[in-house]
């Protein structure tokens, strides 16, 4: 019974990651859970609870955008 549960226990627990585009004019951070990220940093959140960052160009899925390291720019 229990190998049964494992599958729907590991999909619950990966939170998909997101890279901070900066918005619009591409020097925005975002605050996400009480920490502030800024551009080019890789944000693990759930979908559920950045959707409208995705929407409104904050956020891109981190399989997307290639993440910024800091200190090279």
Do not use: Q
């Amino acid at each position: 019974m229990a190998g049964a549960l494992a599958p729907a226990c590991t999909k619950e627990a990966r939170v998909p990651k997101y890279t901070v585009t900066g918005g619009p004019g591409g020097d925005a951070g975002v605050e996400i859970g009480g920490t502030h990220y800024e551009p080019g940093e890789v944000v693990d959140a759930p979908s559920k609870e950045v959707d409208w960052l995705v929407e409104a160009g904050y956020l891109s899925t981190a399989s997307r955008t290639p993440a910024k390291t800091k200190g090279t720019g």
